[in-house]
């Protein structure tokens, strides 16, 4: 499980690489090394779980990280939705939170500081500005957060990408969109209430599943994740990662590309 604290720790030191290729996803390698892993093999698939909480760097975005940049780019932002507090930390509602803390783990930006109402830091992915914020104001008062954010920084709203969770997709399934309603989740409810209406502005939706049998939605949400859930997760973590690399640099169309045509972990058992 990745941090979702805002006083973000010392990172964890980095050494050798590793390169592994998951089929129909991008060529991945770590810079940590791999103190404790889990080997999974079936078939077609060797997939790797470190659990020394470093993510892996995309060796495509290293190479962009050396082509020059326009200059006065305006930063994009990337906010993560879910519930303050370690009552909520871990659970289904909070996948937005913990993608965000992935990505601002493996491009080293730090979010230990309260702006905005939100856990937020600065930093770039390549050679481009990025924003992370994960609102504290709690889920359903979310666009307070996000809507002073992009007025201060007056941020093109199709340079603005909320994470959150959705129950209307399988499990671990990622989903790109450029614009769009709320889909009945008050956290873009209100976020879209605090754009002044406007829907215009991308989202990247982490699948969660459906209650099983009777379950309300509302306990659903709140249910923390299976250990096979998790290391499924985690799979899905790095393709949202490598999926915003490819959004703040090569653009959307080629993100959503990516994004529908990658597979799951399940897919390769």
């Not at 093999?41 to 060796?59: D, H, K, V």
Request: hydrophobic fraction near 40%; glycine fraction near 8%; proline fraction near 6%.
């Amino acid at each position: 499980m990745y941090n979702t604290s805002c006083a973000l720790s010392t990172l964890s030191s980095l050494a050798a690489a590793t390169i592994l290729r998951f089929p129909g996803c991008c060529l991945l390698a770590s810079k940590a090394p791999i103190t404790v892993a889990q080997l999974h093999c079936s078939n077609n698939i060797i997939a790797i779980r470190t659990l020394c909480r470093r993510p892996m760097t995309s060796i495509s975005t290293a190479s962009r990280a050396t082509s020059p940049e326009p200059e006065n780019l305006k930063p994009w932002l990337l906010v993560g939705l879910g519930n303050p507090g370690k009552r909520y930390s871990g659970t289904r509602h909070n996948v937005g939170f913990e993608l965000v803390d992935f990505i601002a783990e493996a491009e080293g930006i730090p979010m230990s500081s309260i702006s905005f109402k939100s856990c937020f830091g600065r930093g770039s992915i390549g050679n481009v500005p990025v924003m992370l914020a994960k609102p504290q104001t709690f889920m359903n008062a979310s666009g307070e957060s996000v809507g002073a954010i992009v007025s201060y920084y007056k941020i093109p709203l199709e340079q603005v990408v909320v994470i959150f969770d959705d129950m209307d997709l399988p499990f671990a399934k990622l989903r790109l969109l450029p614009k769009g309603g709320h889909g009945g989740h008050n956290g873009m409810r209100s976020i879209i209430t605090h754009l002044k209406g406007s829907r215009d502005f991308p989202r990247l939706r982490i699948g969660i599943g459906r209650p099983p049998g009777k379950m309300e939605a509302a306990n659903f949400v709140l249910r923390p994740f299976t250990r096979d859930e998790r290391v499924e997760l985690d799979f899905t973590f790095q393709n949202g990662l490598e999926a915003v690399r490819i959004l703040v640099h090569e653009g959307f169309d080629k993100s959503a590309t990516f994004v529908n045509s990658a597979k799951s972990l399940e897919q390769f058992s």
